[in-house]
DNA sequence: CTTTCATACTAAATCGATTTAGTAATTATA
DNA sequence: TATAATTACTAAATCGATTTAGTATGAAAG
């Protein structure tokens, strides 16, 4: 049961190894008819399977590729990662996803394991903790491309969802029809975590901008855990806000199950927008109004970014592509009641 | 820039590379402090990183393990997927994961470059249709693991949920709150199929059991994108079932887009069970009764049935794990009221 | 004072492909 | 007719590790 090799295959059909390796390679150019069924036969009769370590040991290349992420359980994620698989399918590359769980030291020692593996190229959704190391890949002109995050300072490609639009987007709606007492859920703002920064930012700006009051109690930025809590504080204050702006989908999610627990209801208690378009917003009552993140075409510009620096390594421009988010609009923010079913303060 | 190997590291510390290796290795039994801490230094100033494709062409092992999944899109998959990941990294496993979109030719020659990739063992969501290239493997004692789905006749390691009894669990559930009229929601049983047969013939024996009426009109039996026609056609008909039964979490999504479509109140006018614990379930309104599969476990029992066979490939037992359903009672379906609000005939 | 043993290493073979440089035979060109 | 070119191959080096069999040295044992 030993496995069968070139060496086999050549033996049997009388050529050396070289001549059976120019026939899987199809350099057929000076191989006579007659070899090439030999080799084709035998190759048939012995069950030959070419063992590409040994061919990637030889070629320096892998055709194959490494994932970082910090959070699988991010749609993000999970939507990211079905479309950089069907790219790399596609060019007959292959896929190691590695879940960093937004720990640099994990991130780390991935990055250094899959290089090790002699990876052709990595794509990071990065936790933002390791300048140095990921530095230390550009400068090597190794194939990199960072995707939801990016980091300041390292000139690598980056795939970013336009943040400060999409912000802006939930807070111009929310005004155009009444909204005036807004909120905004989320992780804590932490400075190498940029769309965060940026959609908090730019949620605090684009309310500025409509001359909308900016409440310190409105900014429920805390650890996902925690926002039950933030959540039920604000609302035994009495002063809840009108609308809600989620930044993503596990903010929106603690947001539901608060308003589940609370019996608030949508949209005339309280209205909500939030990023990413959940697989159940159509289904859920009401109909949620979200912002689309297009994860599919950040996903597959991803993985094309990627194939370009692996096709030349050398003169390549590193870019940062900023991907517009999508208004979905449904029933979860409406026209505003002047009169309100349950006003508070 | 070209890259540091063990021999440029082995003239540095003025050793040969056997001792470089066995250092690697941490064979440190006959090797002076003195020569550990020249080689040690050798690998810092170089910033050596060794080849891992180098060493798995000899020792013909690539800690890497493959994962074929049918549909990337179903809850189960993306949660077992998660488990898989978590159970490798703790052994210093790689994972490759790739899509065969339920189509047997794409899945046959996944396996075919997975194996030419050398991975230790295929963890494979099976299509169900390439029997013969499923026996070849257990014949030659490749590491396999079923997941999910199972292939009668292939005598494989197959982790697999008790469907009978998510059936029989759901219909019980139904009976016991005096529910008569109780549909299935389902893609066509075909028999390559097992879990769909098994959940949908384990619904009609339940039913059976509990002598409920066995309706035709109530299997919607059809390929997820006709689902909405066929519901539609019966809800037409004026003689819609009182309960349904969703086999999986893309089934239920259809069921919900239908009732959200037609206004109809769950759980009053149409109760909902369904299997597959979808993450919005106890968010929805109401919250959604269902029968989670323990994903995590079935994973986890995957990937270590898997590193049971890399590990001794000789004397191993192929086995079937079926694992028990999990009744999630929320508010989906209810003790039902005699006097319905909207009497069907 | 030789022999054995333990220690601290190394040379060379090996894994299974690819690739380069070359050979032998035949055909075309000067 | 001698030389060049083309065709159809092959031997051997190579990729970068691991591993086996062995060597050299000094200490312990007989």
Redesign the interface.
Known sequence: ?KKVTMADVAKLANVSKSTVSQYLNKRYEYMSEETRKRIARAIEELGY??????R??KQKT?M?IGVIVFN??HMLT?QVL?AI??AC?ERGF??????SDDDPEKERKYI???????VDGLIIFPTGKNADVYQKMVE??FPLVFIDRMVPGVKADAILLDNQKAAALAVEYFAERGYKRIGVVAPPPVSHIIPRMERIEGFRQALAKKGLPIVDDYFITTEIPYIQNELARLFASGRLPEALFAINDLTL?EV??F??GNHIKIPDELAIISIDD???A????P?LTTIAQPTFAMGKKAAERLFLQIAKKSEHQPQIFRFSPTFIERGSAKEKNVIRKREVT
């Open positions: 049961m399977q070419p063992n590409i370590i040994a990637s040991l892998t194959t699988i359980l999970t079905h698989e069907e399918q292959h896929v190691i996803v590695s879940n250094e394991m899959l290089r090790a593996k002699q090597e002109r999610m539901l199950y308003i589940k959940v697989p159940f159509h289904v859920y009552t109909t």
